[in-house]
Each structure stands twice: as C-alpha cells, then as structure tokens.
C-alpha cells in the first residue's frame, strides 16, 4: 500500500511539472510562429480604405492621412498581377513584430518611378529577344520617350526638383487601365480625361466646360467630341506658344474637321503651315483654344459681329500686317468651288478656270502630238528617199541670214522669260506646299518672306516688259498709221486666213493635204503673242489684289480674295505648262526644230529656213524686191555658240521647273 501510494505522488508530480513547464516550452525560439510576409493582403488589411480614415503622424505632429486602395478597382488594373512592394521599395518585413513594415510612418514614401521601371522592363524584352510579344511594353516605352521632351517632363517653376507633372498625376498607378478602343469602356474613360487635365489646369477647364466641345463632353457625355489630349497630345505635350504645338496642333483639329482642314489649307495662312513657317493664323487664332463656340452663337470669335476684331489680332496695323479693313469679315477661309449655294461667286470662278485648263491643254496637246507624228513621219520618209536638190540661191543670197527680230525685242524676249522663270520657282512652293520638293525649295528661298519679296519684283519687271511692249506697239502703229493694216500679212491680229491656215494644217496632220505655207506670223505664234495679254491681265490684276489686301479689303467684299486666288494660281499654272510643253514643242521639241532654235537669240535665221518656214512671206519679199532690206550676214561662231548655250540652260532651267509642277500636281491629286 505504501509503495502504490509513493508511485502515485511520484506520477502526479510529474505531471505537474510538465504542466508548468509548458508554457516556456510553447515561447521557446523553435516553436515561434513566423510574421506573414508583407503580399497585397497584408497590405490591403489596412490599405483598403474600409477602417475609416487611416492616419499617421507627420512633419510637425500634423496628421497625415494615408493612400487608399480599392481591392476591387486595383483588381481591374494593369498592375493587379503585381505586388505592392514590387513599386514601393522603401517598405520592408518587420523582423519584430508581425504585419507591420519597418518605415517611419511620418516620412513619405520614396517616388515610384513609373518610367525608369517600364524602360528598364522593355530593355530587358529586346534584350532577350521577346520585344515583338509585348507590344503594349512596346507603346509605353515609346510614350516614356514622348514624355521626357514634354512640357511635363521640364521642372517646376515653384519647386524645380520635381517636374511639372508626372505619370501619376494623370494615372493613378492603383486603378490606371486604358480599356480597349470602341468599348463602352473606352468611351467612359475618355469622358473622363478632360476633368482629370482640370485638377491642374483649372481655368482652361472652366473655359472648355463652356465651349461646344466641353459640353458635349462634359453634358452630354459624347465621347467623340474633343479632349484635352485630342489637341494636346497625351504624352508627348508642349508648350502651346512654340512653334512645333502651333504646326501640329491644326492637324490634330483636322483629325475632327476634316473637311475644313481641307480648306484652310488651301488658304495662304495653310500653305505657310504646310510648309513648316508658324507664324500664320491657325484654327485657334480664328476659332479660339479652348473656348470654341458655335460660328453663330454670338459670342464666338468668327461671328459675323466679331470677326473684324478677330482679324485685327493679326492684321492689327503693327510690323508688316498692316490694318484689316471691312473687307476682310466676308473672306471665306473655308470657302470651295464645289458649293454653289454657299459659295456662287468661288464657283464660277473655279468653273471658269477648269474649262479654260481643259479646253486649251486638250486643243494644242492634241494639236502637238499630231504635229509630232505627222512631221516625224515625213523627216523619215525624206531620209530614205533619194534626195531632190533645191532650187540654188543666187550666189550673192547665199550663206544669208534674214532679220527676225531686232536687238530690243530679243532683250524683252530674255528678261521677259527669266522672270517669269523666277515668278514660277517663288510661286510653285505655295502652290504645291505638301510637294516632297517644297519645304526644301522654300528653305533654300530664304522662306516665304524672302520668296515673296523676289516673287513681287520679279513681277514688277515681267510687268514692266509688258507695258513696255504695249507702248512700243502703240507708238508704232501711231508712226505708221496711214500705211498700217490690221489685218495685214505683218499684223499680229488674227484673221480669217489664220482659221484657213489651222484647217489646213489639220488636214495635214491626217494627210489629207499638202502642209500649208505661212506668211509672217502663223496662227500658233498668234496665239502665242494674244494668249499672255489675257494671262499677264488676270494673273497681274489677281496678284495685286491679294499684295495690296488691305487697299483692295476697304472698298471690295472679301470673296474677291477667294477669287483672286483661284484666277492667280490656276492662270499661272495654264501659262507655265503651256510654255513649257507647247510653246517648247513648236519653236523647239518638232523634228524640224530639234533640239534648238536660236533665232530668238541671234535674231536671224537663214535664208533656207525663211523660205520653209515662210514661203509666203518669201514669195511676197521676192516679188516686192524687198528682200534684200532684211538680209544680214550669217552670225559669227562665237555667237551662235552662246546662243546654243544660253538656250539649252533656258530649256533646261524650263523643263526642270515643269518637272516639278508636274510631280507638285500629281502630289496633290
């Protein structure tokens, strides 16, 4: 009895032993419970923004409040698949106490850097290989590169360590996620951009909330009306009074308005653009930034009450724009030739032009390609046909030369085409400014200023030639009034033999005659003489309607302007293709002429060609006895030498000049 009842204390004070002994054995270091890691859940335990406001202590004992974020949005976001700590560095485990982070809380958190870690993500895909499997990696990256030439990317004016806006200021990192294009989604998130520019830019905000795209947008929730970034870019933003913004920004309203894009820049304030010079008014300067309204609401800057003082922000009298007057409020910026109803006056006149073009390019192309292959034909029949010796010349006549034209008509004739060669180079830029040639053209000009100053002297002199010639011939005819027939043989005013004489010729190029014989002038040189008083007159008088604006703005409506424009391009366009294909052809590019005639340069021509070229003027002469009155001798080698080189580089300086028309031309169609 004794022994069972020792075994029974011995029993129970063992057992109370390990009963007391258990605690220290539960705290010993290999059994202690590890502190969970610091992943989302931990974050968002307290982060979640679902325990009221969370608040630590700050600078100075000032509470501050900390971030919040949603689990479900962040959810939906680029970044859900991350963890919060892959972004913010700065927080690490806490060895000592679990669920917690070793940071004090009344410090900030270090900047996320947004860019430095999507580069250093894209560096490593081309590195490895795989940059062609993340294209939207791709697309960020090429928007990080866009930023740092930004308006955002340069520093703070107030705290120049930080810069004026940076990817969080308009992303917010714990929600961002741009939904795919034309998704309801996508449309909500766009509404959204505008509000989300106004946190910083308040006022541009309250005066794009009153304009016709801020409210369709922020009232009607038309996700199609124009953003802040469908005008200012969404990355790559600058400064709206530098040149590249005031370039760029009229083809960002184009992307909208494509069709009043499409007009403006056919307007001289377009073609500058187009060519690269800010300095012209774009859809801004006329319309307003941010506060654009409707033409007719009253308040707009182009209504018809306020577009005077519109125009005169530009054209305000100072530098070298000098007052706009009346005139200017009824110029159609926007105005085309394929609206009658809106626009009669442009219509016509583009009307009046097409015809013009056509019908005397389809006439003289049609009537010098058949001159080409009739005499072509004829060139080669006589090369293998025994040759027919002509009839001899008296031996005193031969080895002549006849006079053509004397010294000063020859003078008029060179300054005549050199200036219009340079009204055309100074012209073309502007009339074909989106041409691959232009913007060099215009650069190596001096720019349009320069180019224009040259354009308008040049014009002067060709001006100048002309009135020149119109008093020469008057005094002329005056000095020969008795004897003078207007419808002679040595007038240059058309006649009835002339319609005679193009009937003919056609029913050569058919070969349903003999080629005609011409007296002094023929009927295509006719042309040639009549057709630059109706061109110098309409170019002329449009050039100076649009140089002397403001003169011609104070008594004439503005649509004149829209008229003088269409008459000066497209006139100068018919005469410089007409010189340089059939007026080249006919004294130069035929069989019979190829590859040069010089007698524009010598003055004389010999006797053989006369009596070709002119028989019935050398049958006349002959008869009369005058012959010998216009007889010269032949010119010197020398000088037939310096008038092949002088017109091979005026055809040359010609057919380069039509090159680049025509590729202008095809440009633009």
């Not at 020969?480 to 319609?499: A, I």
Request: contains cysteine; hydrophobic residues 40%.
């Amino acid at each position: 009895m004794r022994l069972k009842s020792s075994l029974l204390l011995g029993g129970l004070a063992w057992l109370l032993g390990a009963c007391l002994s258990l605690p220290a054995f539960a705290a010993s270091p290999a059994a202690e419970v590890a502190p969970a890691k610091l992943d989302n859940a931990t974050c968002l335990s307290c982060h979640d923004g679902n325990k009221g406001k969370l608040q630590v202590a700050g600078a100075e004992g000032k509470a501050r409040e900390l971030h919040a974020v949603k689990q479900d949005t962040f959810g939906q976001s680029v970044h859900a698949n991350m963890t919060c700590v892959a972004c913010h560095a700065d927080i690490k485990d806490n060895a000592e106490k679990a669920n917690a982070h070793v940071k004090d809380p009344a410090l900030k958190l270090a900047k996320v850097d947004c860019a430095g870690c999507h580069q250093n993500l894209w560096d490593e895909a081309q590195k490895s290989g795989n940059a062609k499997d993340k294209p939207r990696l791709e697309l960020v990256a090429k928007n990080i590169e866009a930023y740092k030439g930004s308006f955002h990317a340069r520093p703070n004016a107030d705290d120049p360590t930080q810069p004026n806006a940076s990817c969080d200021n308009c992303h917010d990192t714990h929600t961002f996620n741009v939904p795919v294009k034309d998704t309801p989604q996508y449309a909500t998130w766009r509404l959204s951009i505008s509000n989300n520019c106004g946190t910083c830019h308040e006022d541009q905000l309250e005066d794009y909330a009153g304009s016709i795209h801020g409210k369709e947008v922020l009232e009607k929730n038309n996700s199609k009306a124009a953003v802040c970034s469908d005008c200012h870019g969404s990355h790559a933003v600058t400064g709206s009074s530098g040149d590249p913004f005031k370039l760029a920004v009229t083809q960002q309203c184009g992307s909208c308005h494509e069709a009043n894009l499409k007009t403006y820049m056919a307007t001289y304030h377009g073609k500058i653009s187009t060519l690269g010079y800010a300095y012209t008014a774009k859809c801004y300067d006329c319309h307003g930034s941010h506060k654009v309204l409707k033409a007719d609401d009253p308040k707009s800057m182009v209504h018809v009450d306020n577009r005077l003082k519109t125009c005169q922000s530009c054209h305000s009298g100072k530098e070298d724009l000098a007052l706009a007057p009346e005139g200017f409020t009824s110029f159609q910026p926007h105005g085309h030739g394929g609206d009658f109803n809106r626009y009669p006056q442009i219509w016509v006149a583009w009307q009046i032009m097409i015809q013009l073009l056509v019908g005397t390019f389809g006439f003289f192309w049609l009537h010098t390609l058949l001159w080409f292959f009739r005499e072509y034909k004829e060139r080669k029949l006589r090369n293998t046909q025994p040759h027919i010796k002509m009839e001899a010349l008296p031996a005193h006549l031969q080895g002549k030369h006849v006079r053509r034209f004397s010294p000063i008509w020859r003078l008029a004739h060179i300054t005549f085409a050199l200036s219009l060669m340079i009204l055309t180079l100074t012209g073309i830029p502007l009339f074909f400014p989106s041409s691959p040639w232009a913007v060099p053209l215009m650069t190596a000009l001096g720019g349009p200023n320069i180019a224009g100053l040259i354009h308008r002297v040049s014009a002067v002199i060709f001006a100048g030639v002309f009135f020149w010639h119109l008093f020469y011939i008057t005094w002329r005819i005056a000095k020969n009034w008795s004897t003078f027939k207007f419808f002679g043989p040595d007038s240059l005013v058309p006649n009835l033999q002339d319609g005679k004489d193009m009937i003919a010729m056609f029913k050569w190029f058919f070969g349903m005659g003999p080629r005609p014989k011409f007296d002094r002038w023929t009927y295509w040189e006719k042309f040639d003489y009549w057709a630059p008083f109706w061109g110098v007159t309409i170019i002329g008088v449009s050039g100076l309607i649009m140089w002397f604006s403001n003169f011609f703005g104070s008594f004439l409506p503005g649509w004149v302007f829209n008229v003088a424009a269409i008459f000066h391009g497209e006139e100068a366009f018919l005469a410089v293709v007409f010189l340089f294909t059939v007026h080249f052809f006919n004294n130069h590019f035929r069989p019979d002429k190829f590859p040069l005639d010089v007698v524009m340069f010598t003055g004389t021509f010999s006797l053989e060609d006369f009596k070709h070229e002119h028989a019935n003027e050398y049958d006349r002469l002959v008869a009369s006895g005058e012959l010998e009155k216009y007889l010269v001798d032949a010119p010197s080698a020398g000088k037939m030498a310096a008038s092949r080189v002088l017109g091979f580089v005026l055809i040359a300086c010609g057919l380069t000049l039509l090159t680049l028309v025509g590729i202008g031309f095809f440009t633009q169609v």
